[in-house]
Nanobody, 115 residues
Framework: QVRLVESGGGLVQPGGSLRLSCAASGIIVSMNAMGWYRQGPGKARELVARITSGGSTNIATSVKGRFTMSRDNAKNTVYLQMNSLLPEDTAVYYC?????????WGQGTQVTVSS
């Protein structure tokens, strides 16, 4: 059974940083494409960052230069480092795994950027 558990969200002031973690079980993250998505209030879910099984990363234009995605194969975990956070980054952030057999979602973690 695949399980993705996000953590690290919270309340942060504008300009602050957070690191989100997505711990996986039932899959090997290095053999999957892994993505971070977010859904802000009243908005559609959108892709924020993605890492392929080969280790290539793609970052959404809206967060490029502020967010980075990484993977720790030993911990079977992917991360989203978020710097210079803006109020518009407020959203529920979700982790997703993808491979030839399908995809799975985590339950999400809330990030709120506010003074």
């Amino acid at each position: 059974q695949v399980r993705l558990v996000e953590s690290g969200g919270g309340l942060v002031q504008p300009g602050g940083s957070l690191r989100l973690s997505c711990a996986a079980s039932g899959i090997i993250v290095s053999m999957n494409a892994m993505g971070w998505y977010r859904q802000g209030p009243g908005k559609a879910r959108e892709l924020v960052a993605r890492i392929t099984s080969g280790g290539s990363t793609n970052i959404a234009t809206s967060v490029k230069g502020r967010f980075t995605m990484s993977r720790d194969n030993a911990k079977n975990t992917v991360y989203l480092q978020m710097n210079s956070l803006l109020p518009e980054d407020t959203a529920v952030y979700y982790c997703r795994s993808e491979n030839w057999s399908g995809s799975h979602w985590g339950q999400g973690t809330q990030v709120t950027v506010s003074s």
